[in-house]
């Protein structure tokens, strides 16, 4: 079995939802229950990859993703080659009071992120209600996020190994300014964060007859979205193909495959309300030695 990681950064405020709340959010994303994270669904990231070859089924398209993903012909059924986890939070992005925004993160999500990719680096400890940070977002030794200052740690950097381990996750030219805008939280900021800095839109709904909101139930509710700019990772195995459409082929062939497909669509939709400009991500797969 062979294993690589399929990297997403969203480009527009994604939506991936955990169904109606009775909270002061109508319509919250998806979390982890322990760390509050938002999370990419596994089944979502498999369904929305997938259909890259259901969507078109000429010319054998639709006997690679029967062996890549699966099939459930009662007569032909197989498991697919493609192992495809969950989309974990690496990177969230928070206001700064300078260089505009930076990306945040924590020690538990490097960790997670070392595990799943034997990484080469350390993870930086963060004492306290301190944080480490980089030059562009710190002013007079501290980092204002949002309305909260984080002094920055004196006996503490963010070291060159992990600024270089970060920088390769995707080719988006956005994220090629990581070094100037990383900072380190402790693990419950971080988690404070990403659960109370997402985005939270509006949406009315028009009675088309009298121009007003309807009166009905729903016609005034609101939305919550993962902002733009935010890293996930997903870890992707493959094993050896079966059925009779996977006869003979390898996790190689299968990574090869999805490689081949993601260069082909660099950036790809995921999640919700994908006609109003939602949830548009640059994908990247990167090997993992």
């Known amino acids: 079995m062979q294993k690589s990681i399929l990297t997403l950064l969203t480009r527009t405020p994604l939506h991936i939802g955990a169904g109606s709340s009775v909270g002061a959010i109508d319509q919250p994303v998806v979390r ?66 300078r260089g505009s925004f930076a990306w945040t993160t924590c020690p538990l999500a490097l960790s997670r992120f070392k595990r799943d990719t034997h990484g080469n680096f350390t993870v930086p400890g963060v004492s306290g209600e301190q944080c480490l940070a980089s030059g562009e977002v710190t002013a007079k030794n501290s980092v204002i996020l949002e309305e909260y200052v984080f002094p920055v740690q004196e006996n503490g950097s963010i070291g060159d190994d992990l600024v270089h381990a970060l920088s390769g996750l995707t080719d988006d030219d956005v994220w090629k300014t990581i070094g100037n805008k990383l900072v380190i939280l402790p693990d419950e900021a971080f988690s404070y964060f990403s659960e109370n800095a997402c985005e939270v839109a509006q ?60 260069d082909e669509h660099p950036c790809i939709q995921i999640g919700a309300d994908e006609t109003t400009g939602l949830g548009w991500c640059s994908v990247f797969l990167m090997e993992v030695r």
């Not at 969507?55 to 498991?79: C, H, M, T, V, Y």
């Not at 729903?218 to 094993?239: C, D, K, M, R, W």
């Open 32 to 97: 982890e229950r322990h760390t509050r994270f938002p999370i990419i669904p596994g089944s979502s990231l498999k369904g929305v990859v997938s259909d890259l070859w259901h969507g078109n089924e000429s010319g054998g398209r639709k006997e690679d993703a029967q062996w890549l993903f699966g099939s459930d012909d009662p007569n032909n059924a197989s498991a697919g080659a493609m192992l495809i986890g969950e989309g974990k939070l690496l990177a969230f992005p928070v206001r700064s009071a």
């Open 203 to 262: 949406h009315i709904k028009i009675n088309d007859a009298t121009g007003t909101v309807d009166v009905e139930s729903g016609a005034l509710f609101n939305q919550e979205n993962v902002p733009s700019e935010t890293l996930f990772y997903s870890v992707i195995h493959a094993q050896n193909g079966m059925g009779e459409a996977g006869r003979g082929k390898t996790p190689d062939d299968a990574l090869n495959e999805l490689r081949h497909k993601l």
